[in-house]
């Protein structure tokens, strides 16, 4: 048993190492450590021909349980069909209300209605990047928010920069309130059987305080910039009608009632016993029968390599939980906390915090579920208290630095792409206070409310 749990700390490392390195791809470093797990650990240390069954969980998705539940948890050893189906579902919907404009066309709207005045605008598109991002993921999110906020500046002779870093830090705020909002959160609900509205009434409480404080942080770090924008006095004139980005008024519609009814089906998951698998599959089987001869386009444009790094990253980490590594970790800060429940809160959500800053926060999510599962057993503590200490800390975390999220690094990047270059100074200048903030008052929330 030393040598297998040596051998998957070994390959765990490496997978990390190689991730934040960013020299090959997520998705091709994690197969293959996965692949070494399967051979290595399961196969020639162990020689245990179950945990490799147990691990690739393909079973699970045969049977009832999985597209139909009464609010059972999915087991959350090895790969994690659920959430991969899931995220492929959404990834299909976001792209098909891509195609029809609704990004852009919301956006230009939104402009609209505040008259491009730039605090009302610099306001109301951090507000719309935490609510779109609650059902959206913030990368796609981010991506078009980032290009209109770019092409706004044009129009508008403004620096987009304030408000492309504000929009993105928005962005993870307000996914860390929703199951469907973040990664880790889909990892951490389909594994433990949280659903919609358990995201909603615990961490979606501590965003919406975060964010009114986020709101007044943001207009505090860039009051001069705005300042001097606004006494511009600029009249918009000749700016383009929001409807001219609506290409086909069928496919737009469509778009919005499938959303719509996405909505519907994540909030009411848990009385309705469907499984977000269920969900995800049924939402892009409409999205694609409804787009027609689009249908492939939208096939096509699905990050393959995203649902690939999740295959080989719940491997990986199902090597560390089979092998005991993750139960001794458990045990060691249970030991280090003396099980105070206010000091496994703080460890579970600064650790989170500060790991997520520097590596990407799915892994280390997946890698940390199964230690809070053990805490909660060892401890006596009640899981769901430990898992949203570990989703607002995972998913808030990684806003502190350029690459701490995938979010940040597509807004950065967009922004450079159009001369407007933001360096990790500059960034951290700005987001790491922030961050501060947020996991800060998400820590003293949950010791009133849990502790």
Same mark, same amino acid.
């Given at each position: ?76 050893? @090895? ?239 199902? @090597? ?132």
């Amino acid at each position: 048993m030393i040598v297998s749990q040596v051998l998957a700390i070994i390959i765990f490392v490496v997978m990390f190492v190689l991730i934040v390195l960013d020299k090959i791809e997520r998705h091709i470093v994690t197969l293959g450590c996965g692949l070494l797990t399967l051979l290595l650990v399961f196969g020639l240390t162990m020689h245990s021909g179950s945990a490799i069954m147990e691990t690739l969980n393909v079973k699970s998705i045969f049977t009832p349980g999985f597209w139909y539940s009464a609010g059972e948890a999915e087991s959350s050893s @090895g790969i994690n069909w659920s959430t991969i189906i899931f995220i492929a579902g959404m990834m299909v919907m976001v792209e098909g209300m891509a195609r029809a404009g609704f990004f852009q066309w919301l956006c230009m709207n939104l402009a609209k209605l505040v008259h491009y005045k730039p605090v009302p605008l610099f306001i109301t598109f951090m507000l719309i990047s935490a609510v779109l991002s609650m059902f959206i993921d913030s990368i796609t999110v981010i991506l078009f928010l980032a290009a209109v906020t770019v092409e706004l500046g044009k129009l508008l002779k403004i620096d987009p920069v304030p408000m492309i870093l504000s929009e993105i830090f928005c962005a993870n705020l307000g996914g860390s309130a929703t199951m469907c909002g973040d990664p880790p959160n889909i990892i951490i609900g389909t594994s433990l059987g949280y659903s919609f509205g358990d995201f909603l009434t615990n961490t979606g409480v501590m965003a919406g305080i975060s964010l009114v404080l986020i709101v007044f942080y943001f207009y505090f770090a860039f009051r001069k910039e705005l300042a001097q924008e606004s006494a511009n006095g600029f009249v918009p004139e000749n700016l383009p009608d929001p409807k001219s980005v609506i290409q086909n008024k069928r496919d737009f519609a469509i778009s919005c009632v499938i959303f719509a009814c996405a909505v519907v089906l994540l909030v009411t998951h848990a009385q309705t016993g469907l499984t977000v698998a269920f969900i995800g599959l049924v939402i892009a089987l409409i999205t694609l029968i409804t787009s027609g001869r689009h249908m492939l386009l939208l096939l096509q444009r699905v990050d393959y390599k995203t649902l690939l790094f999740f295959v080989g990253l719940f491997v990986v980490v199902s @090597g560390l939980e089979q092998t005991g590594i993750l139960e001794v970790v458990a045990g060691f800060i249970g030991t280090v906390s003396n099980g105070n429940l206010k000091l496994i809160v703080a460890i579970i959500i600064w650790l989170s915090a500060i790991a997520s800053a520097f590596i990407d926060n799915i892994p280390f999510a997946a890698t940390m579920l199964p230690v809070i599962r053990s805490l909660a057993a060892t401890q006596g503590i009640d899981p769901s208290t430990l898992a949203w200490a570990l989703s607002m800390g995972t998913d808030i975390g990684g806003s502190a630095t350029p690459i701490g999220a995938s979010a940040n690094v597509v807004g950065i990047s967009v922004a450079a792409k159009n001369g407007h270059f933001i360096g990790w100074g500059k960034y951290c200048k700005y987001s790491a206070p922030a961050t501060v903030i947020v996991v800060a008052v998400s820590m003293l929330f949950m010791f009133v409310r849990y502790c």
